[in-house]
């Protein structure tokens, strides 16, 4: 594009896309490119049916940032610290509010608290500077996938430990099969040979964490109590030696569950920005967001 081009675009009807997902080891089956790989096939569909709904909308693909916080703490990961991944989107949101842009949509498929927390932190700030709105799609699907979310589970379908919760939360039967749906070359060895991990027994202070989600779910603070016992699990499986690099059964992935997957990725991600495009605050709340500081702490 050059900048005439982009001069002619509608401002108040132009959806700026770009991918977010760090360079991570999925297991010794997926490459460490699987998040930005899904997250680039996700913003294809949506972009097609984007253009299908509303031909009145412009969209324009911004160049995948390949970039993410909380990447698995293996060799084989680069993980980028909250505070720079924040800077960097609240900058593209002001170069684009700028211009007089109002919409930045990120596609996403990585998980870690401090990577939604730090794109959600820099959502709020260019939406109350700018009125810009940066919406992550994922934020919003991550946490159904977690708490088993009943529409989500209708419709795809899948079940718990099938649908990338805490049981499988990494490189699992999930991913696996997003990754056999979209790039079926890609998935590197014949994964009904790979055993499953499981999620470990909470011990120190992983064990404090989920305690303290269990006495916020008890006094009807339901949602953080839910997001503190998610981190209390991850914390867990990251926390022990020798933890294998995924978690979740491989050996149960089919193509069929990832593309239902994807399909509830495209029908979520298109009504997050259909509200948008209709003037509504459509930024989802990233997991532990009342905790949002927790973002500063250093990986
Ligand atoms: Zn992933």
Redesign the pocket.
Known sequence: MTPEHLERLPRDRTVFTMVV?PI?V?GHHLPLG??IY?AEAVRDRVVKALGERHPEVSIVILPSLHCGSDALPYPGSLSVGAPHLEGVLIDYCKGLAKQGFKYLVVFD???GPRHHLAISSASRKAWNKWRFQLIDPFIDIYRRMIVHDPELMSMTGLRPTECGDDPDN??GTN?TSLMMAVYPDMVLCDVREIRPSYPPELRGAAKIVDKMGRIFESLGRKRIGEDLRHLAQAMAWTGQEGFLPYMGAPALASKDSGEAMLRAHVEISLRLIERALAGDDARPAAILEALSFLRRLPE
């Open positions: 997902s991570e999925h699987t998040d899904i498929n990585h998980g990494h490189a991913e």
